[in-house]
């Protein structure tokens, strides 16, 4: 009996995170570890992700993507949500709580990190422009006030709504890209929820797997 095919994703053959866990591959490897999925992963680099091959897989040219038979996805939000709806371990099975774990994948995605990603993109495209100074603060508060509505939310529970669930991979996600900047710190939750999150044998898994390429050692485990 031939074997079934194992899912491939794509991701970057040179993270310019250098292995940190940012690129968004990580989420899907994370998912898929969650759930016990083995996968494949090929390497794609920069000038490979804007021919038209991967086009055909991305058409914004970028990564991550998954292929599972016949069928091929984009971005990282999709492609957990379809882990998520295909495996058990990521939805919990009641109606109700599973359409608020989506609901707070969307949260995650749509609410809390596009301030974070605008924060990126002055530290690292606009430090030189006239409008760092005024804009750095400006944007710096806004993230705040998020962090602030979310941390209210989570008060003392481990996870955003009962056990863990794609909304909290997705929001751990997410807030991880804080950890650098020091904001993180000012929600002693949200740093603990996050740890929590790092702290899950799935994840470490993934982080060393994603590690790996780039420092050329296979990851253990």
Known sequence: MTPPLLPVITAFERSPDRGKGLARDMRVRWALEEVGQPYEVRLVSFSAMKEPAHRTLHPFGQIPTYEEGALALFESGAIVFHIAECHAGLLPDDANARARAITWMFAALNTIEPPILDLQTIKFL???????????????????????????????????????????????????????????DEYPNLSAYVARGEARPAYRRAFAAQLAVFTGKPSAG
Request: proline share 2%; glycine share 8%.
């Open 126 to 184: 606009e430090r030189d422009k006239a409008w760092y100074e005024q804009r750095l603060p400006i944007v710096e508060d806004r993230i705040r006030d998020r962090l602030g509505e979310l941390s209210d939310r989570l008060g003392n529970a481990d996870w955003l709504d009962g056990a863990f669930s794609a909304g909290d991979l997705m929001m751990v996600s997410v807030l991880i890209r804080l950890k650098a900047s020091g904001l993180l």
